[in-house]
C-alpha cells in the first residue's frame, strides 16, 4: 500500500492557515483528513449543548469543503489512540499530523500518542494551529512566564504578528481507496433538538461565514470598536468567538486582514482583545486546573453561599434586575452574550449572590456556542477576583448603574425581556421604582409577570465587600 498521511482535524476546522494541513501538503502524499469524536475528552470535560450544535454544522460545513478540493472528511467515534492505531493497521499510514490542544488532559493523551506512534516509526508531529504564539514562547526578559495581561501583550506585539501558513488548496491528494466513515448525524451531537433550533436565526458555522464576518465587521464597525463594543444593543463587536473557538478562522488570519489600515483606536482595542484570547490559553497552560481551581490560592477557603434557588434565578434571566436578566436570556436565546454584560452578570453572580463562580462558568460552558476552556475559566476567575491580574475584590458592578451607563434607552433590555416593553425610560433599569399607575400602565405587575429583585443592591454590596474583605485577613 502506498504511504499516507492522516490528518487530525480538532479545534482547527479550516483548510487556510492551518500548519498540519499546510504540513500535509509538503509531503505530497495522499491525505486522509479525519475528525474523531473522542469519548477520553467527554470523560474528562464533555463538550457543551451549544458547542455540540455548533460543532456538527462545522463538521458538516469542513466536509463540504473537502469535497470542495477532491477529498472528504472521514468520521469516527471512540477514544483517539485507538481510533488512529486502527486506522493506521488499516491503511498503513506513515503520517499523523495535528494542531495541538492546550486543556490539561488534552495535552496528556496527544503526549502519550505521540510516543506510542514514534515507537512504531510512524511519523507523529503537532503544530501551532490556534494561537499566534504558543504559550511557552512569550516569556518576559529574564525568561519567565507572564501572567500579566500588559506586560504579556507588549512581550507578544514585540515580536510581531506572524502571518498565516497557508491560503486555501485548490486540490487535496485523495488515497486510492477510502476507509469506512461514520456520517456526522451518527455522532448524535444535536441531543436536545429544540433549544438549539433557534441558534439558525443567530448564526451560520463554517470558515466561509467567518471570513464574510471579519470582512464586514473590518468594513462597518472595526473604526469605532473602542467606543461601541461596550453597547450590547449595537452590533459593535465581530461576533467571531465561536468561529474561533473551533478554529474556522485563526488569529493570525485576523489580525493580518487588519494590519494594512491605518492604526486608530479602534483597531488598538480590537487587536488588544484577540491578544486577551491568547493571553487566557497562557493561563491556562500555566494553571492547567484552571476551570475549577482558583489561581489566587486563598480563594479555596471563600465561603460561598449555596442558594439554588438564587442559581435558578440567575439562569433563568429571573433576578429582577433587567440588565443582569437581558443578558441571561440573549445567553439562552442565541448561545452568546455580550462581553459587557458577561461580565455584569458573572458579577452578579459571585458578588451580589456569592454563588461559587464554578456554577456560572458551567452554565456558560454548557450555554455558549463559545465556550471555550481557556476564556471561559479565565473570564470567570476576572471577574470573581480570584484569577491572575482579576479584577480587585472591591469591583462589584452596580447592575443598575452598568445598565444606565451602556444600554442608557433600554434597547438591549426590551429585546430580551419583552414584558419590560412598555416600561418608561426613566424606570427601565429600576422597575421596582415606577408606581403602580405607571407599572399598570405598562402591563406590569411586579413579582408576577417580572420579578422583584432578589437581593437588595446596597445590601448584596456590603455584604460581599465585607466576605472578599476576610479573606484580606
Ligand atoms: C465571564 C466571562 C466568560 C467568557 N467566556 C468566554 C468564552 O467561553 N469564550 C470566548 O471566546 N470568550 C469568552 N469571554 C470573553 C468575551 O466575552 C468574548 O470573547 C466576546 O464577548 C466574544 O464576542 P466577539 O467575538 O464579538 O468579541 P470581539 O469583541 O469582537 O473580540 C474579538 C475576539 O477576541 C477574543 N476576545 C475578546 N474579548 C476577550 C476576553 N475578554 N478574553 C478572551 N478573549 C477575548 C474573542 O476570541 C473574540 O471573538 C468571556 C468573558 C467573560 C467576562
Request: proline share 7%.
Given at each position: 500500500?502506498k504511504?499516507?498521511?492522516?490528518?487530525?482535524?480538532?479545534?482547527?476546522l479550516?483548510?487556510?492557515?492551518?500548519p498540519?494541513?499546510?504540513?500535509?501538503?509538503?509531503?505530497?502524499l495522499?491525505?486522509?483528513?479525519i475528525?474523531?469524536?473522542?469519548e477520553?475528552?467527554a470523560?474528562?470535560?464533555s463538550?457543551?449543548?451549544?458547542?455540540?450544535?455548533w460543532?456538527?454544522?462545522?463538521?458538516?460545513?469542513?466536509?463540504?469543503?473537502?469535497?470542495?478540493?477532491?477529498?472528504?472528511?472521514?468520521i469516527?467515534?471512540?477514544k483517539?489512540?485507538?481510533?488512529?492505531q486502527k486506522?493506521?493497521d488499516d491503511?498503513?499510514a506513515?503520517?499523523?499530523?495535528?494542531n495541538?490542544r492546550?486543556?490539561?488532559?488534552?495535552?496528556?493523551?496527544?503526549?502519550?500518542i505521540k510516543e506510542?506512534?514514534?515507537?512504531q516509526?510512524i511519523?507523529?508531529?503537532s503544530?501551532?494551529?490556534?494561537?499566534?504564539?504558543e504559550?511557552?514562547?512569550?516569556?518576559?526578559?529574564?525568561?519567565?512566564p507572564?501572567?500579566v495581561?500588559?506586560?504579556?501583550?507588549r512581550?507578544?506585539?514585540?515580536?510581531?504578528i506572524?502571518?498565516?501558513?497557508?491560503?486555501?488548496?485548490?486540490?487535496?491528494?485523495?488515497?486510492?481507496?477510502?476507509?469506512?466513515?461514520?456520517?456526522?448525524?451518527?455522532?448524535?451531537?444535536i441531543e436536545?433538538?429544540?433549544?438549539?433550533?433557534?441558534f439558525?436565526?443567530?448564526w451560520?458555522?463554517?470558515?466561509?461565514?467567518a471570513?464574510?464576518k471579519?470582512?464586514?465587521?473590518?468594513?462597518?464597525?472595526?473604526h469605532?470598536?473602542?467606543?461601541?463594543?461596550?453597547?450590547?444593543?449595537?452590533?459593535?463587536?465581530?461576533?467571531?468567538?465561536p468561529?474561533?473557538r473551533?478554529?474556522e478562522?485563526s488569529?493570525?488570519?485576523?489580525?493580518n486582514?487588519?494590519?494594512?489600515?491605518e492604526?486608530?483606536?479602534?483597531i488598538?482595542?480590537?487587536?488588544s482583545e484577540?491578544i486577551?484570547?491568547?493571553?487566557?490559553?497562557n493561563?491556562?497552560?500555566?494553571?492547567?486546573?484552571?476551570?475549577?481551581t482558583?489561581i489566587?490560592?486563598?480563594?479555596?477557603?471563600?465561603e460561598?453561599?449555596n442558594?439554588?434557588?438564587?442559581l435558578i434565578?440567575?439562569?433563568?434571566g429571573?433576578?429582577?434586575y433587567?440588565?443582569?436578566?437581558?443578558?441571561m436570556?440573549?445567553?439562552?436565546?442565541?448561545?452568546w452574550?455580550?462581553n459587557?454584560?458577561?461580565?455584569?452578570?458573572?458579577s452578579f453572580?459571585?458578588?451580589?449572590?456569592?454563588?461559587?463562580?464554578?456554577?456560572g462558568?458551567?452554565?456558560?460552558?454548557?450555554?455558549?456556542l463559545?465556550a471555550?476552556?481557556?476564556?471561559?475559566?479565565?473570564?470567570w476567575?476576572?471577574?470573581?477576583?480570584?484569577?491572575?491580574?482579576a479584577?480587585?475584590?472591591?469591583r462589584i458592578?452596580n447592575p443598575?448603574?452598568?445598565?444606565?451607563?451602556f444600554?442608557?434607552?433600554?434597547n438591549?433590555?426590551?429585546k430580551?425581556?419583552?414584558?419590560?416593553?412598555k416600561?418608561?425610560?426613566k424606570?427601565?433599569?429600576?422597575?421596582?421604582k415606577?408606581d403602580?399607575a405607571?407599572?399598570?400602565?405598562s402591563?406590569?405587575k411586579?413579582?408576577?409577570?417580572?420579578?422583584?429583585?432578589?437581593?437588595?443592591?446596597?445590601?448584596?454590596?456590603?455584604?460581599?465587600?465585607?466576605?472578599?474583605?476576610?479573606?484580606?485577613k
Open positions: 500500500m504511504q499516507q498521511t492522516i490528518l487530525w482535524f480538532r479545534f482547527d479550516r483548510l487556510s492557515d492551518n498540519a494541513l499546510k504540513k500535509a501538503i509538503d509531503l505530497n495522499p491525505v486522509l483528513p475528525f474523531i469524536y473522542d477520553e475528552d470523560q474528562s470535560r463538550l457543551g449543548s451549544a458547542s455540540k450544535w460543532l456538527h454544522k462545522s463538521l458538516e460545513n469542513l466536509s463540504s469543503e473537502l469535497e470542495l478540493v477532491g477529498s472528504k472528511l472521514l469516527f467515534r471512540g483517539a489512540e485507538e481510533v488512529l486506522l493506521i491503511t498503513k506513515t503520517n499523523v499530523l495535528w495541538r492546550y486543556e490539561p488532559w488534552a495535552v496528556k493523551r496527544d503526549r502519550l506510542k506512534l514514534s515507537a516509526s511519523n507523529a508531529m503544530f501551532n494551529g490556534s494561537l499566534l504564539y504559550p511557552w514562547e512569550i516569556k518576559s526578559k529574564i525568561g519567565n507572564l501572567k495581561f500588559t506586560p504579556y501583550k512581550a507578544l506585539l514585540s515580536k510581531g506572524p502571518e498565516p501558513v497557508n491560503s486555501k488548496p485548490s486540490k487535496l491528494l485523495s488515497p486510492t481507496k477510502w476507509p469506512v466513515s461514520q456520517s456526522i448525524d451518527k455522532l448524535k451531537l436536545n433538538k429544540s433549544w438549539p433550533i433557534k439558525h436565526n443567530y451560520e458555522p463554517g470558515s466561509n461565514k471570513k464574510e471579519l470582512e464586514i465587521f473590518i468594513s462597518d464597525a472595526l469605532d470598536y473602542n467606543i461601541n463594543r461596550d453597547i450590547p444593543s449595537i452590533e459593535g463587536t465581530s461576533k467571531l468567538s468561529h474561533l473551533f478554529g478562522i488569529p493570525k488570519e485576523v489580525l486582514s487588519i494590519n494594512h489600515i492604526e486608530n483606536d479602534g488598538n482595542v480590537y487587536k484577540i486577551w484570547r491568547e493571553f487566557s490559553h493561563l491556562l497552560w500555566y494553571f492547567p486546573n484552571i476551570h475549577n482558583p489566587k490560592n486563598e480563594f479555596e477557603k471563600f460561598w453561599d442558594n439554588e434557588a438564587n434565578a440567575w439562569k433563568k429571573l433576578t429582577g433587567p440588565i443582569v436578566d437581558a443578558g436570556r440573549e445567553l439562552w436565546a442565541t448561545g452574550m455580550h459587557r454584560v458577561r461580565m455584569i452578570v458573572a453572580l459571585t458578588k451580589h449572590l456569592l454563588l461559587p463562580w464554578q456554577l462558568e458551567k452554565w456558560f460552558w454548557d450555554t455558549l463559545d471555550d476552556p481557556a476564556s471561559n475559566t479565565s473570564g476567575q476576572w471577574v470573581s477576583g480570584c484569577g491572575a491580574d479584577a480587585p475584590y472591591f458592578f443598575i448603574i452598568q445598565g444606565e451607563k444600554d442608557p434607552d433600554g438591549y433590555i426590551k430580551f425581556i419583552p414584558e419590560l416593553n416600561l418608561p425610560k424606570f427601565i433599569h429600576e422597575p421596582w415606577a403602580s405607571i407599572l399598570k400602565n402591563d406590569i411586579l413579582g408576577d409577570t417580572y420579578p422583584n429583585p432578589i437581593v437588595d443592591h446596597k445590601f448584596a454590596r456590603e455584604r460581599a465587600l465585607n466576605k472578599y474583605a476576610e479573606l484580606r
